[in-house]
């Protein structure tokens, strides 16, 4: 197995074989290239609970800020339940368990499942009774077999041979399928009684499937205890992913709803009100991050969010007029998130004042960096970022340190494309693309490394459509004339005037 090793300087990776030898650190935060300020804020953010606004250029980290920064959290410690309300069923209660009230109940659940055995193994007239033992041989089977298979006796009325009707029913049950309940021999439960420590108690055996589950007087007193829950549903699970993307997230997304029922949920043939409620991104965040991208394009429903973060709670409510959920509510429902927000330069305009100043008075604004200095450093942070990349592609080689060199000369080109002199660029997404480009070349040809042969050709593969344009017709202008179909000019109004009206229309 390769030994791994940090990396802190471009002479620790030019000793290297390739990035495979490269120790990706464990916290996630430290996996952003570039982007300290960010960084050191978002690490503040995750420990005091502040809101964060990043603003800058598409691939440059913010969803990555955002992720590495839950992944910072401390694991969430309440599950949101919804329960059912006998006396308002539009009214459904709220129930909020902590991890101790969880953990016993999935604990409670473990010990309600009772003993699973061999239908071999249960007392002899239980299996009797429960359709797996024929009365007649004594050989075990199915319930569902009506007749024994081993002595082709009748399981169904105590062992007499041959049933004259079985046939019969079992032809109607293949015709009628669905419309007729699966015929079975014996009973789907034993009651029995034991004496355990001079105190007698029941024990119940029940089918399932294959095997018999044997409930004794504790399972029971499990299940009872457990009753209490059947009128519940779970909103926003204890053990759940801290982080929430709700970049472009519709109304019902964001904020929850109550799913129609076209029956109104009646008692005896509609769904509950209370399992009809779905969470929102804003709860599901709880205890976690929401994050969105391009806040900016939310539009009204960034007062939500402002509201949201203000009450620490959000309801719950049908939210289409016409549907039979509009009239069931939820209240209070916890939403206590951070909000990691994002957006370009020119969208700062459209984020809502109110919002931002909430941000601002409980967190940070950060405006990302788009390059970083070229020091052996950070050349050493973009051999981590190549092996980063190619752990999480997953189907691509490693580089060897020729071919980063390669990706560090492009950093520093497209870098001095956006002024920055003598600096690598952070534009990482456009990059990993070239790495996987190259890595899918050195798939193709069987290569164990990404080689800096790859890197060439792949940065022949990976240029913009734009520019692929360019050099083949001189001009992006030039190449949508040559593009358009001779279809496409027949369709063209002024093209149907000028070329194809009959002269003698105009004699």
């Not at 003993?115 to 075990?140: D, I, Q, R, S, T």
């Amino acid at each position: 197995m390769t030994e791994k090793r940090a990396v802190e300087t471009w002479d620790d990776v030019a000793g290297m074989t390739s990035t495979e030898e490269i120790l990706i650190p464990s916290d996630p935060l430290d996996r952003v290239l570039g982007q300290e300020g960010a960084i050191e804020l978002a690490k503040i953010a995750a420990r005091q609970r502040r809101h964060l606004l990043l603003v800058g250029p598409p691939g440059t980290g913010k969803s990555m800020i955002a992720r590495a920064l839950s992944m910072n959290l401390p694991a969430p410690s309440h599950e949101v339940r919804v329960v059912k309300n006998p006396e308002n069923a539009e009214r459904p209660f709220l129930e909020i368990l902590d991890r101790d009230e969880v953990e016993k109940e999935e604990n409670l659940k473990k010990e309600s499942v009772g003993v699973l055995m061999k239908p071999e193994e249960a007392p002899a007239n239980v299996a009797e009774h429960l359709g797996y033992k024929c009365k007649g041989c004594g050989k075990y089977s199915l319930p569902s077999d009506l007749n024994c298979p081993h002595c082709n006796s009748s399981k169904m009325n105590g062992g007499s041979r041959g049933n004259p009707f079985q046939d019969i029913m079992g032809s109607l049950g293949g015709m009628l399928g669905d419309a007729m309940p699966q015929v079975t021999a014996g009973k789907e439960k034993v009651h029995t009684t034991r004496t355990r420590n001079g105190e007698e108690e029941t024990v119940i055996f029940e089918r399932a499937g294959d095997k018999i589950r044997m409930l004794d007087q504790s399972a029971l007193d499990k299940r009872g205890e457990l009753q209490r829950t059947s009128n519940e549903k779970v909103l926003v699970k204890l053990n759940r992913n801290p982080f929430v993307l709700a970049t472009g997230a519709s109304e019902t997304e964001l904020l929850g709803d109550v799913r129609h029922d076209p029956y109104g949920g009646h008692d005896k043939l509609g769904t509950p009100a209370y399992e009809r409620v779905v969470a929102g991104s804003i709860h599901e965040a709880h205890e976690g991050v929401l994050f969105v991208d391009e806040i900016s394009h939310l539009g009204s429903l960034q007062r939500f969010i402002l509201t949201a973060m203000q009450e620490k709670t959000f309801p719950i409510m049908g939210r289409n007029p016409q549907s039979a959920g509009a009239s069931v509510k939820v209240e209070d429902v916890p939403c206590d998130f951070i909000l990691v927000a994002a957006c370009n330069i020119q969208d700062l305009e459209n984020i809502l004042s109110p919002l931002r100043s909430r941000i601002i008075g409980n967190g940070y604004e950060v405006l990302v960096d788009i390059a970083m200095p070229d020091t052996p450093h950070n050349r050493a942070k973009y051999a981590q970022f190549v092996a980063q990349e190619v752990n999480l592609d997953g189907h691509i080689p490693h580089a060897d340190i020729e071919a980063v060199k390669l990706i560090i000369d492009e950093g520093r080109r497209r870098a001095k494309e956006d002024n920055q002199r003598n600096s690598l660029t952070l534009r990482l997404r456009e990059l990993g693309g070239l790495i996987r480009s190259a890595g899918d070349i050195a798939v193709m040809e069987g290569a164990e490394l990404i080689t800096a042969d790859h890197i060439r050709k792949a940065l022949m593969r990976s240029r913009p459509v734009e520019e692929q344009i360019k050099e083949r017709y001189g001009s992006y202008n030039k190449g949508l004339s040559k593009d358009v179909s001779s279809a496409q000019k027949e369709r063209s109004q002024y093209y149907f005037q000028t070329e194809h009206l009959d002269d003698n229309m105009f004699n």
